[in-house]
């Protein structure tokens, strides 16, 4: 099937099509298995198949996958290593794999200029040189990323360094390190998805999805528990709470550790960006149940069980952030964000493949003002814009201090309507690269420009 036939239903969604009363076990997504048995090289098998998935019990949902058959496994890998990618496109349709967070040359970057026809091959090499962070990878097919997303194709991209490994942080990946990839989905009477774009903000789902199990469970020890949270969802928002209000700690943004941990009792998190939360379950009683909500509706729940030994420890200094300095700052961008639905502008124009919008060299500092339009009328909410190849910091919104938790490295940025934020961006590798809203139907739409490094 191509992925331009998936049925794209119009229509509003069902919302008794699924009892979420019988939340299943979350699902955790395997590591991927380094094929190079050399230290410093690691070779990784990538297929991105068709498959069909059980949401709902006892129906199927045609989905798409990487190695599987929705999702993907997660990619782990050492600053340093030498990364050899095989990636074979299964599907009866062209996808791409794209880097999102990686800082590597432009034709690396898995984006739209490096599409894979279907039933070939792609095997990108590249060297991992950035702080310990959690990445993830997606497809980027002009006219299909929305749809291939939608239907499956995104996966974790993890990279550790040597200060990471030096903490003592929860890192044992799938018992005290889990991530949460959150969606959300709609499904019609037959279980398939109901993809609808709703013309205004993007393709909202009725249910939500963490790891492709609709509102699921997860069974915790009274420990610190790490959660590398993935918004993959096409055009939601998040505003994550715990059920009895209590405060966790985050550790990391998209590109890496804070400084410091930031305390809070709400974590609001955009598409395509990721946050590191610590959660301590060690003052709760065995039998506890705990929800994670968003906006009052139930994300996943957390059952807490035993007592246990916590050898980990969460450090008042996290990371080393060196602070890009604004008076070494060579150039100015503006990037206005615009309109709403299908009628999305990046500086007053759409996307086009044949066009370049701007350039920089290569290690030059710049500023990029970032602003959305605040219509008297009815609007976009905002836009969640993000930069490819690169990790910025952000210097000011609406002219003051940026937020607590983005103050350390970050490749997308909420901007509300009526806001305008300042980030300070250096490329450092070569080659074209996409910026865009990662509201997917926005960045469909062309609310995306591209850039020359050179
Ligand atoms: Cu997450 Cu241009 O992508
Ligand atoms: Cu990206
Ligand atoms: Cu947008």
Same mark, same amino acid.
Request: charged share 30%; net charge negative.
């Given at each position: 099937m191509r992925s331009g036939e998936f049925p794209v239903n119009v229509g509003?969604?069902?919302?008794? *099509? *699924?009892?979420?009363?019988t939340g299943r076990k979350l699902p955790v997504p395997a590591l991927l298995e380094d094929q190079n048995p050399n230290e410093g090289i690691s070779e990784f098998e990538i297929s991105v198949q068709e498959g069909e998935t059980?949401?709902?019990?006892?129906q199927t949902t045609p989905t798409l996958g990487y190695n599987g058959s929705y999702l993907g496994p997660v990619i782990k890998v050492s600053r340093g290593d030498e990364v050899r990618m095989h990636v074979r496109n299964e599907l009866s349709d062209e996808t791409s794999v794209h880097w999102h967070g990686l800082e590597v040359e432009g034709t690396a970057?898995?984006?739209?200029?490096q599409v894979i026809p279907e039933k070939d091959i792609w095997e990108p090499v590249f060297s991992i040189d950035q702080p310990a962070a959690t990445l993830w990878f997606h497809p980027h097919v002009i006219g299909t990323t929305a749809i291939q997303v939608y239907y499956g194709l995104a996966g974790l991209f993890i990279v550790e360094d040597e200060n990471s490994k030096s903490l003592n942080l929860p890192d044992e990946y799938g018992v005290n390190d889990i991530p949460l990839i959150i969606q959300d989905r709609s499904f019609t009477e037959d279980g398939s998805f109901l993809y609808y774009d709703n013309m205004m903000d993007g393709a909202y789902g009725d249910y939500i999805m963490v790891n492709g199990a609709i509102t699921p469970y997860l069974d915790v020890d009274q420990l610190k528990m790490r959660f590398r949270i993935v918004n993959g969802a096409n055009a939601r928002n998040f505003d994550l709470r715990l059920s009895d209000r209590s405060e966790f700690q985050q550790i990391a943004s998209d590109g890496g550790l804070l400084e410091s941990p930031v305390v809070s009792d709400s974590l609001f998190i955009t598409p395509g960006e990721r946050a590191e939360i610590i959660v301590d379950f060690s003052d709760y009683e065995e039998g506890d149940v705990l929800e994670l909500i968003s906006d009052g509706e139930l994300v996943m729940t957390f059952r807490v069980g035993e007592e246990a030994e916590d050898v980990t420890e969460i450090p008042e200094k996290l990371a080393e952030i060196e602070r890009m300095d604004p008076d070494l700052v060579s150039g100015f961008k503006s990037i206005e964000l615009d309109g709403m639905g299908h009628m999305v502008t990046l500086n007053g124009r759409q996307f086009d493949m044949d066009r370049i919008d701007d350039d920089v060299a290569e290690g030059e500092l710049e500023i990029w003002e970032i602003s959305t339009f605040r219509s008297m009328m009815m609007g976009s909410a905002g836009h969640p814009f993000h930069i490819h190849g690169t990790q910025f910091q952000v210097l000011s919104r609406n002219g003051e201090e940026p937020y607590q938790n983005e103050k350390g490295w970050k490749d997308t940025i909420f901007v509300q309507a009526g806001e305008t934020v300042r980030i300070l961006v250096r490329f450092r590798f070569k080659g074209l690269f996409m910026y865009h809203c990662h509201i997917l139907e926005h960045e469909e739409a062309g609310m995306m420009g591209q850039l020359e490094v050179y």
């Open positions: 509003n969604g069902n919302e008794d *099509v *699924v009892d979420t009363d059980e949401f709902i019990p006892g970057d898995g984006g739209p200029h």
